[in-house]
Nanobody
Framework: QVHLVESGGGLVQAGGSLRLSCAAS????????MGWYRQAPGKQRELVAT???????NYADSVKGRFTISRDNAKKMGYLQMDSLKPEDTGVYYC???????????????WGQGTQVTVSS
């Protein structure tokens, strides 16, 4: 019953922008760290950015200065603002969150289904 759902992916030209959203739903007691990962064709999934419950952020070197991760705890939403997109940013982007849930009580990492981002040159 607990889900993360990404949205906002699409096709953009190099230099353009996209804003990805991640909606958390279900019997969630607490959202700890949230993050975004991506997987390019033929490559392993890699970390893009993370944000703690207190707002501390970390970014992969390849996206520093171009991407911004944020969250809205009241709305149970996470975001990834992507600016100055490059063709090498192309891939499936996944939302990830460490959640404490109840009924039944447990704590573990959850993943969204992914949203495709394609950047054309």
């Amino acid at each position: 019953q607990v889900h993360l759902v990404e949205s906002g992916g699409g096709l953009v030209q190099a230099g353009g922008s996209l804003r990805l959203s991640c909606a958390a739903s279900g019997s969630i007691f607490r959202i700890n760290v949230m993050g975004w990962y991506r997987q390019a064709p033929g490559k392993q999934r890699e970390l893009v950015a993370t944000i703690t419950s207190g707002g501390s952020t970390n970014y992969a070197d390849s996206v520093k200065g171009r991407f911004t991760i944020s969250r809205d705890n009241a709305k149970k939403m996470g975001y990834l603002q992507m600016d100055s997109l490059k063709p090498e940013d192309t891939g499936v982007y996944y939302c990830n969150a460490d959640l404490v849930v109840y009924s039944p009580w447990e704590s573990r990492l959850y993943w969204g289904q992914g949203t495709q981002v394609t950047v054309s040159s």
